[in-house]
C-alpha cells in the first residue's frame, strides 16, 4: 500500500500526515506480534525442554510452525516498510545531488545569502527589550509582593 501511494505522486499534507501516522501505528503493532511470538517461542522451547529425557540427542522443536512462519513474514513486512521509508529519503537526496552536480564550483562555494545588517540590528533591538520588559516585570512582581506583606506586617505589629 505505502508503495502504491509513493508511485502516485505527492499527497497534501494532511494525506502524508495521515499516511505517516498509520506507517507509524503499523511498524508499532508489528514490533509488539513480533515480541509476543518471541515471547511465546521461548515459552514453548522452556517447556518442551523440561519434557526431554537427558538420553535423547534430538533437540525439541517446541516452535509452533504457523507462528514461526508468521514472525519470518512480519520480519519481511517490516523491512519493507523501512525500505519503502529509505527509498524517500534516498530521492529527496538524489534530487539535492543532481541539483549540486549542475552548479559550478563557484556557486558551491558562494556565501550563502544573509539577512540585512539594518534587519538584524532591529531583531537585536527588539529581543534586547523585550528581555529587558520581561526582567522589569518580574522585578516589580517581586518589590510589589514584598512590600505587600511588608506592609501587612507593620500593620498588624502597630495593632498589637
Known amino acids: 500500500e505505502a508503495l502504491r501511494q509513493e508511485e502516485a505522486g505527492p499527497l497534501d499534507r494532511e494525506s502524508t500526515r495521515a499516511s505517516k501516522v498509520a506507517r507509524f501505528k503499523r511498524e508499532k ?8 511470538l518471541a515471547r511465546r517461542r521461548m515459552e514453548q522451547m522452556r517447556a518442551s525442554a523440561v519434557d526431554m529425557d537427558d538420553e535423547s540427542e534430538d533437540w525439541p522443536a517446541g516452535v509452533d510452525e504457523a507462528d514461526e512462519r508468521k514472525a519470518w513474514f512480519l520480519q519481511i513486512e517490516l523491512a519493507a516498510q523501512k525500505a519503502i521509508e529509505a527509498r524517500r529519503f534516498l530521492t529527496e537526496e538524489n534530487k539535492i545531488l543532481q541539483h549540486m552536480s549542475t552548479m559550478t564550483p563557484e556557486e558551491r562555494e558562494a556565501p ?29 512582581r517581586y518589590f510589589t509582593s514584598f512590600h505587600v506583606k511588608h506592609l501587612k506586617l507593620q500593620k498588624d505589629l502597630i495593632k498589637r
Open 29 to 36: 503493532a508489528i514490533k509488539a506480534q513480533l515480541e509476543e
Open 112 to 140: 550563502r545569502p544573509t539577512a540585512p545588517p539594518e534587519l538584524i540590528a532591529e531583531l537585536r533591538k527588539a529581543a534586547s527589550s523585550l528581555a529587558a520588559d520581561k526582567e522589569q516585570r518580574k522585578g516589580k
